[in-house]
């Protein structure tokens, strides 16, 4: 497998700003179908921040409290997020997946905005079966 992330990743991906509203940023993965958005820093800015799955919504924010309305991104965003480039070969996204547990992987360009997001789904139309099991068992542990 020689392709890299530019060729299997999604390019048109929904971001929120950490000032985002819950139920604003939960409207988008349902707009999207998706399950996860990535934060930037503002409106202007793509610069990647962090990430917002469902899982962090229902698990760091209903958990706790926060209803939809008043609660906002930041209150329960995942930061110190791994992103790869367009240039990375398919197979180490792949390993990073497995190593770090993750479902989904940002995309960024060279000045470190957002350009595109690699999912579970995207590889496994991509990749060959064994190595698409492989991944999702990993992940799974």
Known sequence: MDMIVEEIMTSNVATCT???TLKQVAQQMIDYDCGEIPVVESSTSK???GVITDRDI???AVAKGIGP???TVKDC???GVHTVVRETPVEDVLDLMESKQ????PVVDGNGDICGIVAQADVAKHVSDQRVGD???DISK
Do not use: L
Request: aromatic share 0%.
């Open 18 to 20: 950490p000032e985002a």
């Open 47 to 49: 610069q990647i921040v």
């Open 58 to 60: 229902t698990v760091r």
């Open 69 to 71: 309305n008043e609660g």
């Open 77 to 79: 965003m995942s930061k």
């Open 102 to 105: 993750i479902r989904r992987v």
């Open 135 to 137: 991944v999702v068992k």
